[in-house]
């Protein structure tokens, strides 16, 4: 079955780095799209980054230049890497899964079109 499991949350101070982590199973990553979400509190859930199937990425203006994503099909792992950390990051992170077949380029932009998300992890930028 698909499971996604994040990890690398963690508290941190403004300025710093972190690296996020998505095991993925129960699916090859070249037939699926992936997506990374964040939601802090009173806030609704927003996509920060997303990797098709072929590879091919796409990261919102609000986080382009700090954050990326990237993938390991070895691993069955996705990655964000968050730089320069702001207060206003701090929120759970998810990872979100949605099948669109082999080596499509098409991923979804609305957290409503994937199928399968991770419990999420925390992520707290506070000095």
């Known amino acids: 079955q698909v499971q996604l499991v994040e990890s690398g949350g963690g508290l941190v101070q403004p300025g710093s780095s972190l690296r996020l982590s998505c095991a993925t199973s129960?699916?090859?990553?070249?037939?699926?799209?992936i997506g990374w979400f964040r939601q802090a509190p009173g806030k609704e859930r927003e996509g920060v980054s997303c990797v098709a199937a072929d590879g091919s990425t796409y990261t919102p203006d609000s986080v382009k230049g700090r954050f990326t994503i990237s993938r390991d099909n070895a691993k069955n792992t996705v990655y964000l890497q968050m730089n320069s950390l702001k207060p206003e990051d701090t929120a759970i992170y998810y990872c979100a899964a949605h099948e669109v077949g082999y080596g499509s380029s098409w991923f979804p932009r609305s957290r409503n079109e994937y199928t399968y998300w991770g419990q999420g992890t925390q992520v707290t930028v506070s000095s």
């Open positions: 129960g699916f090859r990553l070249n037939y699926y799209a």
